[in-house]
């Protein structure tokens, strides 16, 4: 899935007006990591280093009072909305309790809005949306895999810092090299389509979606052998213990963690024990621009 493929997914789902401005965007406005939108307000393209605003004409401007800004209203929003859920709220209504919904090709949406409790806590009015341009980048993991190939690695990072990116390149690494089982709770990693991965996760991945991180590791150990598993975003005790059994059946592990350095790695409570364990061998720190600052040789930290 490359960036302009994404941008184009994107625009797809917009209201004419936002759409035909969207697609008149220049190439280098696409490369934009973000498009939000938010009710009574601007269209806004966030960047790693700036924000922009989006005008009637199809131009970027850093000016969010200029009197060309299309200003989005609660019924562009809600049409929007509409779209993402193919005309049919209540059958989304996973993606309201969770605020977001996931688009062909790994793209995430967030749903701002409030939430009813007659509801089943789900969001019933919107006021903002967060569309996350996906995009692969080969060879983003290739300094990794030439350091510590085979290892089992923790990538870690702040928000937008590129993990998901990374952790997918790596598999595509490791997939064409050994067998692996990935597991893609959300199809945001490999976004299968009628059993076809869009994205590039190596020839030997076997690809688990829809099922939760510690539900699929546990299955993948018991059925697909695999010599590594990826996952991103492990935060839960049931994360920790399905690795933890993984790793005592010989099985490695790479996965993402929201950590933006050393110190803060270490303060994630619910992880400490795969790194108390050495089940980790590795982390990988990432910076905002999704660059690798420091890869890490963890060992086992043992609490004081």
């Given at each position: ?206 690809i688990l979606v829809g099922c939760g991180r510690a539900e699929g590791i546990i299955s993948a150990v018991r059925t697909l052998s695999p010599d590594m598993i ?75």
């Amino acid at each position: 899935m490359t960036e302009s493929t994404s941008y184009e997914i994107i625009t797809s789902y917009m209201i004419p007006e936002i759409r035909t401005a969207m697609s008149a965007v220049a190439v280098t406005g696409r490369s934009a990591t973000e498009i939000r939108l938010r009710s009574g307000r601007a269209v806004t393209y966030i960047f790693p280093d700036r924000i922009k605003f989006l005008t009637r004409n199809g131009k970027l401007t850093g000016d969010y009072d200029n009197p060309e800004n299309i200003a989005i209203t609660a019924e562009d929003i809600r049409q929007t909305v509409d779209k993402l859920c193919h005309y049919s709220v209540h059958s989304c209504s996973r993606e309201l309790r969770e605020g977001y919904f996931v688009l062909k090709g790994g793209i995430r949406v967030g749903v701002a809005g409030t939430y009813s409790e007659t509801a089943g806590k789900t969001i019933s009015s919107f006021n903002a949306l967060n569309f996350r341009i996906a995009r692969c980048v080969k060879g983003c993991a290739e300094r990794i895999a030439e350091q510590i190939y085979g290892k089992s690695v923790l990538i870690c990072g702040g928000v937008n810092t590129g993990k998901t990116t990374v952790l997918r390149d790596l598999c595509r690494i490791y997939g064409n090299r050994i067998k692996i089982s990935l597991i893609d709770e959300r199809n945001e990693i490999a976004s299968v389509t009628d059993g076809v991965p869009e994205n590039d996760v190596g020839v030997l991945t076997d690809i688990l979606v829809g099922c939760g991180r510690a539900e699929g590791i546990i299955s993948a150990v018991r059925t697909l052998s695999p010599d590594m598993i990826f996952c991103d975003e492990i935060s839960t005790p049931e994360d920790v213990s399905a690795i933890s059994g993984a790793y005592g059946c010989g099985v490695g592990f790479t996965a993402t963690v929201h950590a933006e350095n050393y110190e803060n790695l270490l303060k994630r409570r619910t992880i400490r024990p795969l790194l108390e364990n050495g089940i980790f061998e590795y982390a990988v720190f990432l910076e905002k621009t999704g660059r690798i600052r420091e890869i890490r040789r963890l060992g086992r930290c043992f609490s004081g």
